[in-house]
């Protein structure tokens, strides 16, 4: 699907535009403790002349017939890029934990690292990550290693994403 960057976008936006819309895909999921999963995920990235862009990531169990049985976790906050190439991520999870993420924007590659976890005492030991988000083939494909459950950081979850209108 062809993309066209928005009329009046701010310009410190212009390294992320290619993000904007929505993202719809499957992934894969694996950590210690746990069975290998799939998902299906839709992300949607919006902007409101603001010089932030939305986030909203949602990611549920699929059926037999390939839609949507079940919610499996959901993710939303603010991607705020940075004059130097920089770029500051806030995300909150209501699973009971906020992070905030630091990162670089190399051409149509996003690399991010966690720089703090807050948790609410009922969520997960979870204490640190890194994120890569490419645009490969005009599809949205991330990656999401992460440490938690005294486990060091690794490979948690990935997947590629389709445009869609």
């Not at 929505?22 to 746990?34: A, D, F, H, Q, V």
Request: hydrophobic share 35%.
């Amino acid at each position: 699907m062809p993309f066209e960057i928005p009329e009046g976008l701010h310009p410190d936006l212009m390294a992320l535009a290619w993000m904007i819309g929505r993202w719809e895909g499957t992934g894969k999921g694996t950590y210690p403790g746990t069975e290998d999963f799939e998902f299906g995920q839709q992300i949607d990235f919006s902007e409101n002349g603001g010089s932030y862009l939305h986030y909203l990531s949602q990611t549920f169990e699929m059926g037999e017939d390939g839609k949507a049985v079940r919610p499996l976790s959901m993710e939303t906050g603010f991607w705020r890029p940075q004059p130097d190439g920089g770029l500051e991520v806030v995300m909150c999870h209501p699973d009971g934990y906020s992070e905030v993420w630091y990162g670089k924007v190399t051409g149509a590659k996003i690399e991010l690292t966690t720089d703090a976890v807050v948790r609410t005492s009922s969520a997960e030991d979870y204490t640190g990550g890194q994120r890569l988000y490419g645009n490969v083939e005009g599809d949205l494909l991330w990656t999401f290693d992460k440490a938690a459950g005294g486990h060091p950081l690794q490979t948690h979850v990935w997947a590629r994403l389709r445009r869609v209108g």
